[in-house]
């Protein structure tokens, strides 16, 4: 099955390090580090990954994220082919207006909406949203949410009383000519098995890629015993140059800015979650390997202080298509990239890595738009050498 690759759009702010360097009061910065979430930039990064060929953006939501559903209906204006994976969580709307959202913005945008389905993983947030169910029952409630969900999508009208939802009747008015692709991510049992009945991919935070595999054949296995067929993906971030030394010497750098009381912050943070994949993903870098490089050009630095995707690809540009490449084979068909800054790593992965992959016929020329255009221009991208072209920023 080909490959679709997806960039992160950085509704929560931008930066040039891991987290904001610690400074004393009325101390003057050395540079800029960290960039606002403004609609300016945020069109900067859509516009680049919609330039650049991937399938789609990321748009998350959070307490310190701008709203997902503003800032895509802000950027459908202002890019051609990119789609919006806005992500939602079930149990803050109702499914009967969350399907009128959907659908809404699936005809403005000219069908350019894909949904990721977010139980919730750190219940610090949760109860600030006023969630208190427990991980199990959450993901109770995000399949009788997909549930209603898909009934309205149908043009039905649905009747569903369950524990968390119950609606009579509900109907939608005008249901989208197709229904945005639902992604669903977790790496417990309850969050496989909701994917495996309800969504049409199913994503789990990066790591080696033969721990990977064998989550995501679980979860392929599931869907099939209940008749279905389900794609499966993972989320990494990336650091790729054209030499493997430029790129493990921007993670070093990366690493050298993490102030080690955010770290154990961040421990003790992690400690309290009860998502499964925050603790594989903490459990990354537990064997205290100085270089966090738990397997080949895999990187755990991210999971020392940031939540959600722990593990980076590092490397130079051809080392991160060959592991790419292997992800692949361990059966990762979506895969969900993000850099710092987004901007620039975007540029260095799409000249540098994305040519790689055109040439090797890893990505799906159904959702890889640069490789549509090239086509149409008969450039012959996919046919041309593997030394990638020069980089548009970021030198």
């Not at 913005?105 to 947030?125: F, H, Y």
């Not at 086509?375 to 593997?386: E, I, K, L, M």
Request: hydrophobic letters at 45%.
């Amino acid at each position: 099955m080909p490959l679709d690759l997806h960039w992160f759009l950085p509704t929560h702010g931008d930066g040039r390090d891991l987290a904001e360097p610690a400074r004393g009061r009325g101390a003057r910065p050395a540079r800029i580090t960290r960039r606002p979430p403004d609609i300016g930039y945020l069109a900067q990064v859509a516009r680049a990954a919609d330039r650049l060929g991937f399938a789609s953006v990321l748009t998350p939501a959070g307490l310190f994220c701008e709203d997902p559903w503003v800032v895509a209906s802000a950027l459908a204006a202002q890019t051609e082919r990119l789609k919006f994976m806005i992500a939602l969580r079930p149990g803050l709307a109702s499914p009967t207006l969350v399907a009128q959202m959907a659908a809404s913005l699936q005809r403005v945008s000219g069908g350019r909406v894909l949904l990721n389905i977010v139980a919730g993983s750190d219940p610090d947030e949760q109860r600030r949203y006023g969630d208190w169910l427990d991980h199990d029952a959450r993901y109770a409630r995000a399949e009788e949410f997909l549930t209603v969900l898909g009934g309205l999508w149908a043009g039905e009208p649905v009747d569903h009383s369950g524990e968390h939802y119950r609606v009579k009747a509900a109907l939608l008015a005008r249901p989208p000519a197709t229904a945005p692709a639902v992604f669903l991510g977790g790496s417990s049992p309850a969050a496989q098995r909701a994917a495996a009945r309800h969504a049409d991919v199913y994503l789990a935070w990066g790591e080696t890629p033969a721990q990977l595999g064998e989550l995501l054949g679980r979860a392929r296995d599931q869907a099939a015993e209940v008749g279905r067929t389900l794609r499966t993906g993972s989320r990494l971030h990336v650091i790729t140059r054209d030499t493997a030394r430029e790129a493990w010497a921007e993670a070093d750098r990366l690493l050298a800015g993490v102030d080690q009381a955010r770290i154990a912050a961040a421990r003790q943070r992690f400690a309290r979650t009860d998502s499964e994949g925050q603790r594989r993903a903490a459990a990354l870098h537990a064997d205290g390997n100085a270089r966090m490089e738990v397997y080949p050009n895999v990187w755990a630095g991210y999971s020392l202080i940031r939540p959600g995707a722990g593990a980076a690809l590092v490397g130079s540009h051809e080392e991160v298509a060959e592991r790419i490449a292997e992800y692949h084979a361990a059966g990762v068909d979506h895969l969900i990239l993000s850099g710092q800054p987004h901007l620039e790593e975007a540029y260095w992965f799409g000249e540098g890595v994305l040519p790689l992959l055109r040439h090797d016929g890893l990505l799906d020329p159904a959702t890889d738009a640069q490789a549509t255009t090239d086509a149409g221009a008969g450039t012959g991208a996919a046919a041309g050498s593997r030394r990638a072209p020069e980089l548009a920023v970021g030198r």
